[in-house]
């Protein structure tokens, strides 16, 4: 199990690093028994973000990166820059990133390639809007997403790639999807990566559920055989109610 929180742009320096101590001190209070933690801050914290989160094994990652090494792209971020911050993920295609910035299969594919060849492991975000379910094709968007987002790139092991399914529709809305549509997508991507690498691979992956998960509902969707953790937006923005919904894992 991983539970990832995805702050987006919400905190500030303060208040960031005051969270991050707060799942620190959580964290060492709790038995999360083999449940791996990860939070992903906005750019500016990332730093005290790392040294609040201490020795504990929280892992850091970011929400975005540059598919460029270095060079003249203001404002953008690299991934080494995001090593030397401290980070060891980074949320890619996050369904904000596809719609607001209008990011393509193709610029998160160059992401995901610029993250893997850096040693950092790529979230890759995948999910269907309202519109698209509704219309019979969520399968169908998840499937693009899921080989644009990953084409031409070889991982080494299973845990150099995390899938996060997100339904647009669950993300920030309060809905979620039932147990039974995640875990059915959740076996559907597996299929996918079954046949993009291999069983073994595709069995050991980390498919992480997103949207809408808080306390109440985290246990019926982690104890779904096919996700494998959660990503976390809103509720993990309060360190009582992320550890709170990693203890269902
Ligand atoms: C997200 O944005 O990745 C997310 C899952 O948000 P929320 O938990 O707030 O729906």
Known sequence: MLIAGNWKMNTDVDSGTELAADIAAAVKKSDLGTVALAVCPPYVSLTSVREALGETSVALGAQNVHHEDE?????????????????????????????????????????????RANGLVPILCVGETKAERDAGDAKNVVEQQLRGGLAGVDFGAPDDLVIAYEPVWAIGTGDTATPDQANEMHAFIRGLLDDLYSSAFADDVHILYGGSMKPHNAEELLSQPDVDGGLVGGASLDAESFIAIAEHG
């Open 71 to 115: 060079g003249a792209f203001t404002g953008e971020v690299s991934a080494k820059m995001l090593l030397s911050a401290g980070c060891s993920h980074v949320i890619v295609g996050h369904s904000e990133r596809r719609e607001y910035f209008s990011e393509s299969n193709q610029d998160i594919q160059q992401k995901v390639a610029q993250a």
